[in-house]
């Protein structure tokens, strides 16, 4: 048996957001066109892009891997709201009349390969644009870096950035903070329902097998210097290659030991790894 939802904002009543809903639609000076991911639009619990359907006018959404969007507008000028290389400011393009700005929407995953796959969006000139501030959701959905934020999040600031006022930004924003908290009280109520299930015990969460990774015998007489790494992809798409700790003289079975004790407790994704010093000069000048 499916459980109830709104007609309107199809989410549960207890996180119904059509009383936040603006009686008439706000207007940018501009057209946002939202190519949202299929997986994305199943997860209604977290999505932020039905509030903006529900809220702008000139706004419209697909919902598909691969755009009906034309690769010239003869009408308009189109941009992909996504980083890479050569993305530029939109702050840059406030003087442009007839816009259109497609974002994509869906994990970075899911959104990345979007933009991957599709030829027309690959053509787009790509436009980036600044948050200073971290995102909305908080710890109800995490984004994969500083400066990521949602869609409704990077759209109001947008809107912000090309219409010179803020006030459609602040309303989307005060919208979606309700929202979120909504559906973290929801959350919460489902967790402590859980408790009581479990006799006010959280049930116990499995654990995770530990990979110890192999070190090398210390039988290398080779001494060389070492330097602690990691290396970032930014925004803008460009890649970083970021050096921890000072450099080190050892033997490659000395750093590699180094390189495991500095990972402990650290997740997958935010490990260290160790090089040499000139390899890694060589790659960072490289980029």
């Known amino acids: 048996m499916s459980r109830e939802v709104c007609s309107k904002c199809t989410r549960p009543p207890c996180v119904c957001f059509c009383d936040l809903i603006p009686s008439v639609k706000m207007t940018p000076s501009f057209q946002i066109h939202c190519i949202q991911h299929p997986n994305e639009a199943k997860r209604k619990a977290l999505s932020s892009v ?18 009906m969007l034309p690769s010239v507008d003869t009408e308009c000028h189109q941009v992909l709201l996504f980083p890479g290389p050569n993305a530029v400011d939109l702050q840059d393009l406030k003087c442009i009349q007839k816009l259109k700005v497609v974002v994509v929407d869906g994990t970075w995953k899911e959104a990345k390969k979007l933009v991957q796959e599709n030829s027309v969006l690959q ?3 790509r436009v980036i644009i600044t948050c200073n501030n971290s995102s909305l959701y908080g710890t109800l959905r ?10 409704l999040e990077a759209v109001a600031q947008a809107i912000t950035v090309l219409d010179g006022n803020d006030t459609i930004q602040q309303t989307l924003l005060g919208m979606f903070e309700k929202i979120v908290a909504r559906q973290n009280e929801y959350v919460q109520a489902g967790k402590e329902t859980n408790l ?14 530990k990979v110890e990774a192999i070190v090398p015998e210390e039988n290398d007489n080779t001494v060389q210097e070492y330097i602690l790494y990691s290396v970032e992809t930014q925004l803008n798409g460009k890649v970083q290659w970021i050096q921890h700790q000072d450099a080190f003289i050892s033997t490659y079975s000395q750093a590699m030991r180094r390189c495991v004790e500095a990972n402990v407790n650290r997740k997958r994704g935010e490990r260290f790894g160790v090089v040499l010093k000139a390899t890694f000069l060589k790659k960072s000048s490289q980029l």
């Open 50 to 67: 039905p509030l903006l359907n529900h809220s702008l006018n000139n706004f419209t959404l697909e919902i598909t891997k691969e755009t």
């Open 123 to 125: 053509a787009l000139p």
């Open 142 to 151: 995490r984004e994969p870096k500083s400066g990521c934020v949602s869609t």
């Open 196 to 209: 009581a299930y479990y006799n006010g015990v959280a049930k116990p969460e499995q654990e995770r097998n």
